[in-house]
């Protein structure tokens, strides 16, 4: 394993890298600058081979050791979300109404980081491919590298990555085997009717009456037909409908958004969702649509990657502050996509407690630069442990 200094002696500059990108953040399919820049970074490196534009603004850098045919890759994401950014950094957003909210600025920097430790040392068999996908926030970018061939061109036993994780103690790391997080379906919903004057509401329909009856009857999905230990959260997150306040509108719209871990609960949702929709529709004599979107499915960490995994945490931070036994998280993550297709494991780094508006998505949120010589000493030592050199050929 590579000793303390590099990475000590690195970590400035990946910091540097982090405000950089923190400062100039592009969307989802949009971050053209960003994988310019991390493409450029791989190659001053002396990386093996960089490809670009995989699955859009994909990059995949290819960092081969000393022998072997045994390859694993590390991923990062590359975009930002659509939020005003209200931190007051020096290195605040430059684009007004997107925010790297989330980390992924400080997920890139790090992998970069990561990349040139190996690079220099090379202290590993086999290949190493440095994965920095496009579009994570709901795009389902890293579907869109697996199409493009991502894993047909570059074969890994294993895919790893990692996400900072406000509210979990500073300087731990938590990996389980099986779920992590949680598969993602979302729906929207109308209901059409007959508008009427507000004093005169019986020569008309009422969808807005019927939405708020469809509001209460839809968690009869989560209370009444699923076993109560089961995981599965629908939550309604808008509804709109009019635009004067005398006039009862025609049409009232829903939109909403299901969790679980058990696939085969995408199904049971969209039947039942409908079916409670319908007949609400029909009780209120109106029509409805629903359209039901299948998401992100569930990530599910694979055993022998987390064991790996955990190793590398242990020897990183030590067992005392390496988490196994935990719930895994609601939340979605299209990391999901790569799991299912190749194994792997996913890994939330410890960034410490967090006020209002501070946490993941907040307009207040600060990626903890803390966390920095953790990650780079996790990435290295997984690589070197996995992927154990076996001396001079």
Same mark, same amino acid.
């Given at each position: 394993m590579l000793h303390n200094d590099p990475i000590a002696a690195l970590t400035p500059q990946v910091l540097e890298w982090r405000h950089h990108i923190h400062a100039n953040p592009e969307l989802g399919f949009s971050e053209h600058e960003t994988a310019r820049f991390v493409a450029e970074?791989?190659?001053? &490196?002396?990386?093996?081979?960089?490809? =670009?534009g995989i699955g859009g603004t994909g990059v995949?850098?290819?960092?081969?050791?000393? !022998?072997?045919?045994? !390859?694993?890759?590390?991923?990062? =994401?590359?975009?930002a979300l659509p939020v005003l950014e209200k931190t007051g950094l020096p290195y605040a957003s430059k684009k007004a109404g997107v925010m790297h909210a989330c980390g992924h600025d400080g997920h890139t920097a790090m992998l970069l980081g990561a990349a040139k430790l190996l690079a220099d040392a090379r202290a590993f068999d086999g290949t190493v491919y440095f994965i920095f996908q496009p579009a994570e926030e709901n795009e389902g970018g890293s579907m869109r590298m697996i199409e493009d061939g991502l894993f047909s061109?570059?074969?890994?036993?294993?895919?790893?990555a990692v996400h900072n994780w406000p509210g979990l103690p500073?300087?731990?790391?938590? !990996?389980?085997?099986?779920?992590?997080?949680?598969?993602?379906d979302n729906f929207e919903l109308s209901f059409e009717g007959t508008g009427a004057h507000a004093a005169m509401p019986q020569l008309g329909d009422d969808p807005i009456l019927a939405a708020g009856a469809f509001v209460q009857a839809v968690q009869?999905?989560?209370?009444?037909?699923?076993?109560?230990?089961?995981?599965?959260?629908?939550?309604?997150?808008?509804?709109?409908?009019?635009?004067?306040? *005398?006039?009862v509108p025609g049409k009232v719209w829903v939109?909403?958004?299901?969790? &679980?871990? /058990? %696939?085969?609960?995408?199904?049971?949702?969209? $039947?039942?969702?409908?079916?409670?929709?319908?007949?609400?529709?029909? !009780?209120?004599?109106?029509?409805? $649509?629903?359209?039901?979107? $299948?998401?992100? %499915? %569930?990530?599910?960490?694979?055993?022998?990657?987390?064991?790996?995994?955990?190793?590398?945490?242990?020897?990183?931070?030590?067992?005392?502050?390496?988490?196994?036994?935990?719930?895994?998280?609601?939340?979605?993550?299209?990391?999901?996509?790569?799991?299912?297709?190749?194994?792997?494991?996913?890994?939330?780094?410890?960034?410490?407690?967090?006020? %209002?508006? /501070?946490?993941?998505?907040?307009?207040?949120?600060?990626? *903890?630069?803390?966390?920095?010589?953790?990650?780079?000493?996790?990435?290295?030592?997984?690589?070197?442990?996995t992927l154990a050199a076996k001396g001079p050929v």
């Open positions: 970074k791989l190659k001053a &490196f002396g990386l093996d081979e960089v490809h =670009e995949v850098g290819v960092l081969k050791g000393r !022998a072997g045919g045994r !390859a694993i890759g590390l991923r990062a =994401e590359l975009d061109r570059f074969p890994v036993e294993a895919v790893y500073l300087g731990t790391i938590a !990996a389980r085997a099986g779920p992590m997080m949680a598969a993602v009869r999905v989560v209370s009444r037909s699923v076993d109560p230990q089961t995981a599965l959260v629908v939550s309604i997150t808008q509804i709109h409908g009019g635009n004067v306040g *005398n006039i939109q909403a958004t299901c969790r &679980f871990f /058990e %696939p085969a609960l995408s199904d049971h949702c969209e $039947k039942l969702i409908g079916d409670i929709a319908n007949g609400i529709a029909s !009780a209120h004599g109106l029509t409805c $649509k629903l359209a039901y979107k $299948k998401g992100y %499915p %569930p990530l599910v960490n694979t055993q022998a990657a987390t064991g790996q995994a955990v190793q590398a945490a242990t020897a990183v931070v030590g067992r005392e502050q390496v988490e196994t036994a935990f719930n895994p998280s609601l939340g979605c993550e299209d990391f999901a996509y790569m799991t299912r297709e190749a194994g792997g494991c996913y890994a939330w780094i410890g960034a410490g407690a967090v006020g %209002p508006g /501070e946490g993941l998505h907040g307009d207040r949120y600060v990626f *903890n630069d803390a966390i920095v010589p953790t990650v780079l000493r996790y990435f290295v030592t997984l690589v070197e442990q």
